[in-house]
Structure formats: C-alpha cells, structure tokens
C-alpha cells in the first residue's frame, strides 16, 4: 500500500533529528515559520527580510531539490510497483546523497524562425551569443544566407544563482563592420525541472520591443559534487564546455586567392526618403559571403564619400547587391544589384543607378573597379613593334586636324609598371606583401600583391583616359596584411605634363601627404599622347573632383603660414602706396614731374587694347629675366618650412593650440579655408607670369595675342554686346549649364608652390637593368 507523503516526511524528519546533523532551515521549516509570521512580516513590511537575498533563494531552492530527492530511495523501496525512473533522475537522486556542492546549467541551441532581414540579398547571416549576469559566456557559429537557421550547438558551465536569467542575443555577421542586432530574448531558469530537459521557444524583439523572430533553446539543470566540479574544470575552457562542434562556417578562407577585386566608391545620393520623411539613410552591400555597412547620413542628398573593397572568390557568383536603410525604422528605403561579370577590367565605371522599389528620383552616384587578381592590366611585351603600332594610331587619332572631332576626350596615358625596389619592412621577418595602386584623379586600378618580398615585380601595362592634361598620376603602394588590410609603404604623384615619353626612370617615395622622402624607388615608363586644342579648350571648363580626397583639418601651423605670406602681399602693396605719396608729395622733383608727364600721355592716349599689351609685357619680360638669371621658379619659402615644421610638430605633442581654441575651431577652420584660396590664387598668379608651368604660360601669351588683335579691329561695344548676350544666352542653350569663371579654371590648373613641393621627384641614380 503506499504510504501517504505525510507520513513519508514524518519517517525522514525523525532520521534527521537523531543523527543530530545541524542544516540550514528546509523548506518544511521555512513554510511553518513563514505560515506562522505572516501577520508580522505584514507589520512590518518596511523591513526586508534577508531571506530575501540571492543567496538565500538559491539556499531555499537547493535545500528543497535536496530534501525532495531524499525520500525518492525510500518511495521506491516502499513500493516496487510504480514505473522505473530514468537514469537521469536515479542519477539525481543518487547524487543527492553525496556532498552537494553547485549546479551544472547544460544548453543546448536548435533553431530559429522568421528572424529579421539584414542583409542586402534579402536574408540574414545570425548567430547567437548567451550572457549570464551581463557576461558572454557562449557564442554560436554563424549560419549563412538563412531566416530560419538551425545551429544544433551544446554547451555546459557552472552557475551558481538558478534565479538569474539567461540573456540571448541574435545578431547578423557582417565582415568589415559593426554586426547588426536582430533581437534578444530572456530564459527563466526558474522554470526548469532540475534532471529534466526544460524546451523553450523564446520570442525575440528588437531595440523597439518589437518582435522578431524566435529561439528554441534546451535547458537542463544537475546537482554536482565536488570530484565532478574537478572534473569538469579539467575539460572546459574558461569555464565553458563545449559538447558538440560548432558548424563551419560557410565563407571562404582568408588564405583563398580571390578572383577579382571590386573597389567601390559611394558618392552620395539623391531623392533618399522614405513615406515623404527625410531618413537617416546607411547602405549594405554585399559580395558573395563579404558585406560593407557605410556610415548614417541625414538628408534627401546625403552624402557619403566612402572608399573600400570586396572581392570575388566565385566566379559564378558576381551579382553587387545594395540597400538603402533607415536607421530609425530599419526600414528599407530601396535596392540595388548590379552584375559585375559584364564589367571590363580595370575601368572604373562612374554611373547613376536607380533604387528598385523606391521613389522614382531616388539614385545612388557609385564609383565602380573591377581588377584581376593576377594583376590589372596587360603583361609587358617584349616585341615593341605592336606597342610602336599602337602609339602609331593614337597619335593620328589626337593629331590637331581632329581636333574637333571628341572635345572630351583629351588623350591617352599609358603607364609601364615594372616593379619597385629597397621597399619598408613591414610583417615579421623582415619583409612585406606589396601590392601597388595607380589612381588618375577618379580613375583607380590595382595591381596584383607579391608575398614575402622587398623588391616586388608587377611588369604590367596600364592605360588610362586623359579628360585634363594637368592631372597628377598617382601610385601609391601598400602592404598587404590578413583580414584585407593593407599599410601604406609609400606614395609618388606624377603631373602628367612633366612626363617624358617612353622614358623609363626610378621614382624615389614619399609619405602620404608627399612632403618627406621615405625608403624605396619604383620603375615607371608613361607614355602620355594628348590634344593640345581640346586640352586648351578644357583648362577653361571646371576641375573634376575628386572624390575621395583627404578631410582638409584645422592646422595651426598652417594657419600661421598662410597668415604670413598674406602679411608679405600686403607689405608689398603697401611700399607701392608709400611710393606713390612719394611722388604726389614732390619731394623729388624731376622724379614727380617724370611720372606727372607718363601719366597725362598714358590717359591721352589709352586705349582698350593696352591692357592685354601690357601683361604681354609683363610677360616677356619675366620670360627674359627667367631665360638670363635662370629658373626663378619659387622654391619653398622659409614660412613654408617653418609651417611643415610646426606641422610635424603637432602630430606629436597632439596638444597646442587646437586645446586652447577647441570652441572656435569651425570658425578658425572656414578663415584658413579662405585664407588657403587667397594665398593659392597669388601664388598661382605669380607662377603664371614667371613660366613656372611653360604650356600654360604660353596659352596664357597665345589667348592674350588674340585678345590684343580682337580688341584692336573690334570696338568694345560690340566686345560687350557679344559677351553679354552669350551670358545672357548659355542657360537657354544649355538647361544644365553651370556657370564658372573662365580665368579661375584657367588658374586652377596653374601649380602653386605647395603642388610644385608634392610633385617634385628627385632623380635616382640608380642603374637600369635593360
């Protein structure tokens, strides 16, 4: 028969008291004391009770499991007919009897569903972290392309407070970038049945608590003694073990070799809203298994300006998939795909797309370059004869009788990269994984990287279109670490109107902002085959942009230098006032009476024509004076040594004058800007009239000649009228024209003292190996 639970506590209890064993109160106990006090406890409610405590509740909690499980020995003796326990609660309960020391928390994670999307392919890549009491404990593997993934992972650790919850967070991997949160949701501990696997189907919900999916989750609590706690310590891993292997993740090696390589420039956008709101739009891309998440822009044209890579690891799979977000609603403003198989190497393409599923003037400007991965560009031929047919046709084609036939279309630069040498260490053992990067103003290719080496050989064939025959060629070679990062090695920028054609010469480097020389030469031959009317047609049309250009910051030093050769300027002006207070004091007579008499003839007999004769003379006389005394080109000035300096300086004390005026800095930043195109002007100016850039001097002499001959048969009337109406005339003619002045497009292409600085390359004595 069996026996009723009373009198099975009743048998116990009695045990416990002759062993005379002192414990800490049971829950029978507790329950008497707690029934007997309730009135007192409700007196004085104002005072907790330490019973209250975590500690006390785990004590409450453990002291029941173990008094439960005491009387199972005796209730299966007592009645041999009810159904056999499991081995897991015999286990239980035969632990019981031995010395109790903590509990053993064993997870196991199944699956989730309908968890959100992140990705700009329309699905997630989630994995999952566990946090018990605000620390990671456990971090699953990352299940790829999935809403509905199923880790099938287990892990076991010792807690000590079964009344804390455990915290699990989903988030999206993102390679490069920050990983997205997708939702988090809370286990109570409290509910498990210890020895017994407790299922549970957690909801999670995002930042907004709104829903987002759910977990399955398996959750089994054991007692342990203290040799299994040893044990336990021998197996796991910072506490943490593991029972099952996570799944492998399915992305490519970093080791792998990748096929191509996509760089990727996002300019800005337009149109950008989302249900006619302004949004504070981020985009995703995504390349096979690699992503890229840009920064948060606010605006109907936000601007992003972002610069970086993806690679192509399979070559089935080349589709370039984008999405537009809105941070505050992780809505979805539009997307993009694009098939890059269709994209020639090593032309960059700059386009307008159209966002799909968005407002109708919604668009993204993208800068897209697709480059091999055994090197842009052609192998280096060793039979010149195909090259000299080649040079053959583009010089017919750029001849000056088709001048007229493509206006933007300057010209051709082809470029020989052979290799560089004596480069900076970067990796341990003394060597670096050099790869080189050619850039004409927005145009950029990418050679292949060569391992292990200082004195890296590319011998490739580079071409490039020409739209301004006053851009700078830039090579800039880096070092090539894990993880697709990269360190620079060095920097040599090349105006293309200094290149002497099928001329192969040492480069020596410099550092990133192209002030200092830095270890290593590279070996260029550039052949550059241009237009000179459509070239002098463009230096009248604005500069192009480029985009990705460094952040113009605050200087100190810079402010200084430019304040002082301002100083300088007006010095000057202001002795030419002194001089001509001299002379309308007659303090010298015959000097006051010369120039009284030059100026009555002048204003007699002035006419229009006069004044582009008289910077025609200004011109040969400065070009006598170059061709007499030498070059007297400016070399920089002791303000521009003294800033460069101060400059360096700077950068390392990281304290001085950008502490003390931290408050003012935006309006001390728009006073150097105006102050940096003031002093860029004269200097371009100045550099004009003294030959410092000869072709463009001499268009300047050139149009000047056609200005004096213009004004002298044509009366100035006319002159104004013509003008005036093609002013008047050039937005009806042209809806999207915009406006610019011809004369400071003329002057921008002009090099100032600081570009003469950067562009300078020393000749390296080095042999030639042919």
Same mark, same amino acid.
């Given at each position: 028969?069996?026996?009723?639970?009373?009198?099975?506590?009743?048998?116990?209890?009695?045990?416990?008291?002759?062993?005379?064993?002192?414990?800490?109160?049971?829950?029978?106990?507790?329950?008497?004391?707690?029934?007997?006090?309730?009135?007192?406890?409700?007196?004085?409610?104002?005072?907790?009770?330490?019973?209250?405590?975590?500690?006390?509740?785990?004590?409450?909690?453990?002291?029941?499991?173990?008094?439960?499980?005491?009387?199972?020995?005796?209730?299966?003796?007592?009645?041999?007919?009810?159904?056999?326990?499991?081995?897991?609660?015999?286990?239980?309960?035969?632990?019981?009897?031995?010395?109790?020391?903590?509990?053993?928390?064993?997870?196991?994670?199944?699956n989730g569903e309908d968890l959100?999307?992140?990705?700009?392919?329309?699905?997630?890549?989630?994995?999952?972290?566990?946090?018990?009491?605000?620390?990671?404990?456990?971090?699953?593997?990352t299940i790829f392309k999935n809403?509905?993934?199923?880790?099938?992972?287990?892990?076991?650790?010792?807690?000590?407070?079964?009344?804390?919850?455990?915290?699990?967070?989903?988030?999206?991997?993102?390679?490069?970038?920050?990983?997205?949160?997708?939702?988090?949701?809370?286990?109570?501990?409290?509910?498990?049945?210890?020895?017994?696997?407790?299922?549970?189907?957690?909801?999670?919900?995002?930042?907004?608590?709104?829903?987002?999916?759910?977990?399955?989750?398996?959750?089994?609590?054991?007692?342990?003694?203290?040799?299994?706690?040893?044990?336990?310590?021998?197996?796991?891993?910072?506490?943490?073990?593991?029972?099952?292997?996570?799944?492998?993740?399915?992305?490519?090696?970093?080791?792998?070799?990748?096929?191509?390589?996509?760089?990727?420039?996002?300019?800005?956008?337009?149109?950008?809203?989302?249900?006619?709101?302004?949004?504070?739009?981020?985009?995703?891309?995504?390349?096979?298994?690699?992503?890229?998440?840009?920064?948060?822009?606010?605006?109907?044209?936000?601007?992003?300006?972002?610069?970086?890579?993806?690679?192509?690891?399979?070559?089935?799979?080349?589709?370039?998939?984008?999405?537009?977000?809105?941070?505050?609603?992780?809505?979805?403003?539009?997307?993009?795909?694009?098939?890059?198989?269709?994209?020639?190497?090593?032309?960059?393409?700059?386009?307008?797309?159209?966002?799909?599923?968005?407002?109708?003037?919604?668009?993204?400007?993208?800068?897209?370059?697709?480059?091999?991965?055994?090197?842009?560009?052609?192998?280096?031929?060793?039979?010149?004869?195909?090259?000299?047919?080649?040079?053959?046709?583009?010089?017919?084609?750029?001849?000056?009788?088709?001048?007229?036939?493509?206006?933007?279309?300057?010209?051709?630069?082809?470029?020989?990269?052979?290799?560089?040498?004596?480069?900076?260490?970067?990796?341990?053992?003394?060597?670096?994984?050099?790869?080189?990067?050619?850039?004409?103003?927005?145009?950029?290719?990418?050679?292949?990287?060569?391992?292990?080496?200082?004195?890296?050989?590319?011998?490739?064939?580079?071409?490039?279109?020409?739209?301004?025959?006053?851009?700078?060629l830039q090579v800039t070679i880096?070092?090539?670490?894990?993880?697709?990062?990269?360190?620079?090695?060095?920097?040599?920028?090349?105006?293309?109107?200094?290149?002497?054609?099928?001329?192969?010469?040492?480069?020596?480097?410099?550092?990133?902002?192209?002030?200092?020389?830095?270890?290593?030469?590279?070996?260029?031959?550039?052949?550059?085959?241009?237009?000179?009317?459509?070239?002098?047609?463009?230096?009248?049309?604005?500069?192009?942009?480029?985009?990705?250009?460094?952040?113009?910051?605050?200087?100190?030093?810079?402010?200084?230098?430019?304040?002082?050769?301002?100083?300088?300027?007006?010095?000057?002006?202001?002795?030419?006032?002194?001089?001509?207070?001299?002379?309308?004091?007659?303090?010298?007579?015959?000097?006051?009476?010369?120039?009284?008499?030059?100026?009555?003839?002048?204003?007699?007999?002035?006419?229009? %024509? &006069?004044? =582009? $004769?008289?910077?025609?003379? /200004?011109?040969?006389?400065?070009?006598?004076? @170059? !061709?007499?005394?030498?070059?007297?080109?400016?070399?920089?000035?002791?303000?521009?040594?003294?800033?460069?300096?101060?400059?360096?300086?700077?950068?390392?004390?990281?304290?001085?004058?950008?502490?003390?005026?931290?408050?003012?800095?935006?309006?001390?930043?728009?006073?150097?800007?105006?102050?940096?195109?003031?002093?860029?002007?004269?200097?371009?100016?100045?550099?004009?009239?003294?030959?410092?850039?000869?072709?463009?001097?001499?268009?300047?002499?050139?149009?000047?000649?056609?200005?004096?001959?213009?004004? %002298? &048969?044509? =009366? $100035?009337?006319?002159?104004? /009228?013509?003008?005036?109406?093609?002013?008047? @005339? !050039?937005?009806?003619?042209?809806?999207?024209?915009?406006?610019?002045?011809?004369?400071?497009?003329?002057?921008?292409?002009?090099?100032?003292?600081?570009?003469?600085?950067?562009?300078?390359?020393?000749?390296?004595?080095?042999?030639?190996?042919?």
């Amino acid at each position: 028969m069996r026996i009723s639970t009373l009198a099975r506590i009743f048998v116990v209890f009695r045990r416990r008291k002759r062993r005379k064993i002192r414990r800490e109160p049971t829950f029978l106990s507790y329950r008497i004391r707690r029934t007997s006090t309730s009135e007192k406890n409700h007196q004085n409610h104002n005072h907790p009770s330490p019973r209250k405590s975590p500690g006390f509740r785990f004590r409450r909690i453990f002291d029941t499991f173990t008094f439960t499980k005491s009387l199972k020995p005796q209730y299966s003796l007592e009645n041999n007919n009810d159904e056999e326990e499991s081995d897991e609660t015999q286990k239980c309960a035969e632990t019981a009897e031995l010395d109790v020391v903590t509990l053993l928390m064993e997870v196991r994670l199944k699956n989730g569903e309908d968890l959100p999307v992140k990705d700009a392919s329309g699905s997630s890549d989630p994995y999952v972290k566990f946090r018990y009491k605000d620390n990671i404990v456990y971090k699953s593997g990352t299940i790829f392309k999935n809403l509905n993934p199923s880790w099938d992972e287990e892990f076991q650790m010792i807690v000590d407070d079964v009344t804390c919850p455990i915290r699990l967070e989903v988030f999206d991997f993102d390679r490069f970038c920050t990983d997205d949160f997708m939702g988090a949701a809370e286990v109570d501990m409290s509910q498990v049945k210890w020895c017994t696997p407790t299922e549970f189907h957690v909801e999670l919900t995002d930042e907004v608590n709104q829903p987002t999916g759910r977990v399955s989750v398996c959750v089994t609590i054991t007692p342990m003694t203290q040799l299994e706690v040893q044990q336990f310590h021998q197996k796991a891993t910072k506490g943490i073990l593991s029972t099952s292997e996570k799944k492998k993740e399915q992305r490519p090696n970093n080791t792998q070799e990748w096929d191509k390589i996509v760089n990727i420039v996002l300019v800005e956008g337009k149109g950008i809203r989302i249900d006619e709101r302004i949004p504070d739009a981020f985009c995703k891309f995504k390349l096979g298994q690699e992503k890229y998440k840009t920064k948060v822009c606010t605006g109907i044209e936000p601007k992003w300006v972002e610069q970086f890579d993806l690679h192509v690891f399979d070559s089935a799979d080349q589709m370039l998939q984008m999405a537009c977000i809105d941070r505050n609603t992780n809505a979805i403003i539009g997307r993009l795909s694009i098939d890059l198989s269709s994209f020639s190497h090593d032309e960059t393409v700059q386009h307008w797309y159209h966002l799909e599923n968005a407002p109708d003037d919604a668009q993204v400007l993208l800068l897209i370059t697709v480059s091999g991965s055994h090197g842009a560009g052609e192998t280096i031929e060793t039979d010149e004869f195909n090259y000299n047919d080649i040079r053959n046709t583009r010089i017919q084609k750029y001849d000056v009788t088709n001048s007229f036939s493509d206006l933007a279309d300057v010209g051709t630069l082809t470029v020989k990269l052979f290799g560089a040498e004596d480069l900076v260490a970067k990796d341990f053992g003394g060597k670096s994984d050099p790869f080189a990067v050619l850039e004409l103003v927005n145009t950029r290719v990418q050679t292949n990287t060569i391992y292990k080496t200082l004195s890296p050989s590319w011998n490739k064939i580079y071409t490039f279109a020409v739209k301004d025959i006053h851009t700078c060629l830039q090579v800039t070679i880096y070092d090539e670490d894990p993880n697709n990062r990269f360190e620079f090695l060095g920097r040599v920028q090349i105006p293309l109107k200094s290149i002497r054609n099928c001329q192969k010469r040492w480069y020596g480097l410099k550092d990133e902002k192209l002030r200092k020389r830095v270890k290593g030469e590279v070996l260029l031959e550039m052949d550059v085959i241009w237009n000179p009317i459509r070239a002098a047609i463009r230096t009248f049309k604005p500069k192009e942009i480029k985009y990705m250009s460094q952040e113009q910051k605050f200087k100190a030093s810079l402010f200084k230098t430019y304040f002082g050769e301002l100083k300088e300027v007006v010095n000057v002006l202001a002795s030419y006032k002194n001089q001509m207070e001299y002379l309308l004091s007659w303090h010298s007579k015959p000097k006051s009476l010369t120039a009284y008499v030059i100026f009555m003839l002048f204003v007699y007999y002035f006419q229009i %024509y &006069f004044i =582009p $004769l008289m910077i025609l003379a /200004l011109f040969g006389y400065n070009f006598i004076l @170059s !061709k007499t005394s030498g070059d007297i080109s400016d070399s920089p000035s002791r303000h521009s040594l003294k800033g460069q300096k101060s400059e360096e300086e700077d950068e390392k004390t990281g304290t001085g004058i950008r502490d003390a005026i931290s408050s003012v800095q935006e309006i001390l930043l728009s006073v150097q800007s105006y102050l940096h195109f003031a002093t860029q002007l004269l200097q371009k100016i100045k550099n004009t009239f003294n030959f410092t850039d000869i072709w463009l001097s001499t268009l300047a002499v050139i149009v000047l000649s056609l200005a004096f001959v213009l004004l %002298y &048969f044509v =009366p $100035l009337r006319w002159i104004i /009228l013509v003008w005036g109406t093609n002013k008047f @005339s !050039k937005k009806l003619r042209n809806p999207n024209f915009v406006d610019n002045n011809e004369l400071l497009d003329f002057l921008s292409r002009v090099p100032s003292r600081t570009e003469r600085q950067e562009q300078s390359n020393g000749r390296v004595n080095k042999p030639i190996n042919l």
